[in-house]
């Protein structure tokens, strides 16, 4: 067990709806990265908050958002969504802001667009 | 851009047999390197990281890995492997730059144990 927590494991929506995705980080870290793995793309890093604020961006769509609230959950919302969105939403968390970190990862949430 | 290169897609490895898993990077300075395992229907779960230091890195779970900046490679050893290994394997390299860190991962390496 990592400390990271995602909730819902698995997620069963239909194309063009919106979903919410949550993560709560191990305690004290203050970092929260979310990755997208899927069949066709793999593990890809979509994006970094810091203490509320976002620090990094990957390949996340324009249909993707995501935030980190004052309690240092993160919640990731994808909307119009596709069937290619169907893919293994893992959350990290890390600890260290400058130098490197070791990030620890969540179970995942599993989205299933139909 | 830093790249992955995980060359082996799949690989059958009897119990009690060694093991190698290859991992290829490709990054302008000094990587960070991590090797993660993943069993399925779980998370990711951290074996090993290099940062600096000794080259050869000891993990969880028997694993070790050699971090070769010659070769550009980080390849994942295990001298005797067990059924309970069997799960995919993600090396990733780590970019650090003004607190953004991101990993890029590799495409992994599905191991099998076969008795």
């Known amino acids: 067990d990592s400390g990271v927590t995602q909730t819902p494991k698995h997620l069963i929506t239909a194309t063009g709806q919106r979903v919410t995705l949550r993560c709560s980080p191990r305690?004290?870290?203050?970092?929260v990265y979310w990755y997208q793995q899927s069949l066709d793309q793999g593990l890809q890093f979509l994006i970094q908050?810091?203490?509320?604020?976002?620090?990094a961006k990957g390949n996340i769509l324009e249909r993707f958002s995501a935030q980190q609230f004052p309690d240092l959950h993160s919640e990731l919302n994808l909307s119009s969504l596709e069937l290619g969105d169907s893919a293994l939403y893992f959350c990290?968390?890390?600890?260290?802001?400058?130098?490197?970190?070791?990030?620890?990862f969540g179970p995942g949430t599993r989205l299933t667009v139909l | 851009a830093q790249s992955v290169t995980q060359p082996d897609i799949h690989i059958t490895v009897s119990e009690g047999a060694s093991l190698e898993l290859r991992c290829n990077y490709s990054?302008?300075?000094?990587?960070?390197l991590f090797w993660y395992v993943q069993s399925p229907g779980q998370g990711l779960q951290l074996l090993l990281k290099?940062?600096?230091?000794?080259?050869l890195v000891q993990g969880i779970k028997g694993f070790e890995a050699e971090f070769k900046r010659s070769q550009s490679s980080f390849n994942l050893r295990k001298p005797s492997v067990h059924w309970s290994d069997a799960a995919e394997y993600f090396c990733?390299?780590?970019?650090?730059?003004?607190?953004?860190?991101?990993?890029?991962f590799g495409t992994g390496t599905r191991l099998t144990i076969i008795p």
């Open positions: 990733a390299v780590g970019v650090s730059n003004f607190g953004n860190e991101k990993l890029t």
């Open positions: 990290a968390s890390s600890v260290r802001d400058r130098g490197h970190n070791e990030q620890f």
């Open positions: 305690s004290g870290d203050l970092s």
């Open positions: 990054y302008g300075a000094t990587p960070y």
């Open positions: 908050y810091y203490n509320g604020e976002e620090r």
């Open positions: 290099y940062f600096s230091g000794d080259t």
